[in-house]
């Protein structure tokens, strides 16, 4: 019975979230803005890496780590800000955060049912970057070398993470007034700099190297690469070279089940302290 009511819940609020994300347009409309805004973010790196390797073609494997980091970390700022940012929304612009409280639902599953539009939206940004960046920009694929039980398993821990991560942000900004954004802001160019998205993290000083290995962040693109170009041409460039595949995906998923109990811990902890202050359906907005 609890698992059907959680499922309803999660259906729900995926719908919901997706009619928010959407603004609720109407579709074509709305499948439009996702194809450009996916595409108009890639050309800005692509331009970027032209700058300072002038050709695509004279360092593949450099272009595939590059755009591969770059294209996945969609993910990061969709579903870990997306999260955080439903306590806001909820909270300051649609001011029914106190009634989700009092309804028999369970906000951990609302607030993941809400990031579902956001998941969506980030697993279609990445699909078409990733079409845009074969069929256009020539990046260099062939699906039948693909370890996708790798890229799946991947896939699954890396978003396990992320909402993890989501719901340990959602619980400060319980807490917090108008800040949410600043707080996803600060914390993903953190994660972007030190988990090796764009660049290899041992450019960084020893002290950032040692954060970078803290974070699953790391590990997960390091297996999207690895997955989606076996062999030692881009594994050599992330410097985790030493690691072997499953080595990698035991520090991520240790990783993830440490994230993913800290998190809990802070957004118990912070859903106490906001119903003992009565943040809950304070307004904030100024």
């Known amino acids: 019975m609890a698992v059907r009511d959680h499922l309803r819940t999660l259906r729900l609020a995926a719908w919901l979230g997706w009619q928010i994300e959407s603004n609720w347009a109407r579709p074509a409309l709305f499948l439009l803005y996702s194809f450009i805004r996916p595409i108009a973010t890639t050309l800005i790196l692509v331009i970027m890496y032209l700058i300072i390797k002038q050709d695509v073609s004279s360092d593949p494997a450099f272009f595939s780590y590059v755009y591969l980091g770059a294209t996945f970390y969609m993910f990061v700022s969709s579903v870990v800000f997306g999260i955080t940012y439903v306590i806001h929304a909820d909270r300051e612009h649609y001011q029914t955060l106190r009634n989700i409280y009092i309804s028999p639902v369970s906000l951990y599953v609302y607030i993941i049912g809400r990031a579902t539009g956001k998941v969506a939206l980030a697993a279609l940004a990445v699909v078409i970057s990733m079409a845009f960046g074969i069929l256009v920009l020539g990046l260099p694929f062939d699906p039948m070398l693909v370890d996708w039980p790798l890229f799946a398993i991947a896939m699954l821990l890396g978003l396990a993470c992320l909402v993890s991560l989501g719901l340990a942000l959602a619980g400060i900004s319980m807490l917090t007034a108008k800040h949410s954004t600043s707080i996803n802001e600060g914390v993903g160019g953190l994660v972007y700099l030190l988990c090796g998205a764009v660049f290899p993290i041992t450019v960084l000083p020893a002290w950032g190297q040692a954060i970078g290995l803290m974070i699953p962040v790391t590990y997960w693109l ?65």
């Open 222 to 286: 390091e297996l999207i690469r690895r997955s989606l170009y076996p062999g030692e041409g881009i594994a050599m460039l992330g410097g985790l070279q030493d690691f072997g595949d499953l080595t990698i995906l035991s520090f991520l998923l240790a990783s993830t089940l440490v994230f993913a109990a800290l998190s809990l811990a802070m957004f118990h902890l912070a859903d106490r302290n906001a119903r003992r202050k009565g943040k809950l359906d304070m307004i904030t907005t100024y």
